[in-house]
Each structure stands twice: as C-alpha cells, then as structure tokens.
Nanobody, 123 residues
C-alpha cells in the first residue's frame, strides 16, 4: 500500500492555472498507474486524468482535454496535475489515486487514495 499526500488546491479565477501535486512514499510508487479524480457537490466522483507507471502514456476526460496535463516524476515519487484555462465547472475536490498495473477510468478499481484537495474556480 502506498500512502498518498496531496497539495496545491486553492481558489483561482476562471482562466487561471493551478498545479496539484501528489506525493507517494516507497519504492513501489514506480509500479503504480496514477489517476486524478474529482467530485463536485451533489455529484459522483469522476475521472479526470491518468498516467501509466512509466509515464509514457496519458489519458484525459473529454471535459479537460487540452487544458489539463498529468505527469509524474518517479525520482521524486510525485505525480502532478497541471490545470490551465480553469473553468467554474472544474470546481471540485480533487483526489489522487493509485493502482497496480494499468490505469482505469473507474474509481472503484483504484486501491489507494489521497485525502483530496479543494479546487475552487470563480467566474
């Protein structure tokens, strides 16, 4: 099991940028696919972005394509979500998640989660 610690959330104006970080401990971080999910008030948790354990392949929800970039630095045991051109509808609690093997779009298939960090985008 890999502990995940998130940071970087906050309040930003529409059109602005924010970078979320998720730090994991232990050597096994390099063996995990990583994903970012978000959950807005009154809505279910939804897929945002994912990256393979090698960092060579990424995937994004249609709603964030072209605006968000997921990356990882295994030497630092950290995965990032760079969020640009933020919109009010991006407002949500953002969660970092990890699972052994391939990434998934389904939250229930991830075995390890961060605590969540609030992102609020004002119009």
């Amino acid at each position: 099991q890999v502990p995940l610690v998130e940071s970087g959330g906050g309040l930003v104006q529409a059109g602005g940028s924010l970078r979320l970080s998720c730090a994991a401990s232990g050597r096994t971080f390099s063996n995990y696919a990583m994903g970012w999910f978000r959950q807005a008030p009154g809505k279910e948790r939804e897929f945002v972005a994912a990256i393979t354990y090698r960092g060579g392949s990424t995937d994004y929800a249609d709603s964030v394509k072209g605006r968000f970039t997921i990356s990882r630095d295994n030497a630092k045991n950290t995965v990032y979500l760079q969020m640009n051109s933020l919109k009010p509808e991006d407002t949500a609690v953002y969660y970092c998640a990890a699972r052994v093997g391939s990434y998934s779009y389904t939250p229930s298939l991830y075995t390890h989660w961060g605590q969540g960090t609030q992102v609020t985008v004002s119009s």
